[in-house]
Nanobody, 124 residues
Framework: QVQLVESGGGLVQAGVSLRLSCSAS????????MGWFRQAPGKERAFVSA????????YYADSVKGRFTISRDNAKSTVYLQMNSLKPEDTAVYYC?????????????????WGQGTQVTVST
């Protein structure tokens, strides 16, 4: 069993940066492929970014490419999402997700474990 806890969300102005963190329980973090998804009001949950278990492969949605960076610290069992140049359309609840797999996935169904989410609100 894997438990995920997100943190770092908040209310910020457009153009600033924010870093989300997701801490995982257990001793299996280094075997987990991690992902970030987000769900805006009235919309379906959507893929944001993912990172492979060995920190070699990263993937991004086109909407965040060049602005967001995913990283992980296996010693701390934590994955991060650095979000720069935030826009109002980035406003959403951000969810951390995990799966025991070699390769990251971009579909909700690819992931077995989910956090409760953290709210990010970007004002104009």
């Amino acid at each position: 069993q894997v438990q995920l806890v997100e943190s770092g969300g908040g209310l910020v102005q457009a153009g600033v940066s924010l870093r989300l963190s997701c801490s995982a329980s257990g001793r299996t973090f280094s075997r987990l492929t991690m992902g970030w998804f987000r769900q805006a009001p009235g919309k379906e949950r959507a893929f944001v970014s993912a990172i492979s278990w060995n920190d070699v492969n990263t993937y991004y949605a086109d909407s965040v490419k060049g602005r967001f960076t995913i990283s992980r610290d296996n010693a701390k069992s934590t994955v991060y999402l650095q979000m720069n140049s935030l826009k109002p359309e980035d406003t959403a609840v951000y969810y951390c997700a995990a799966r025991f797999s070699v390769l990251p996935g971009s579909a909700i169904g690819d992931y077995d474990y989910w956090g409760q989410g953290t709210q990010v609100t970007v004002s104009t």
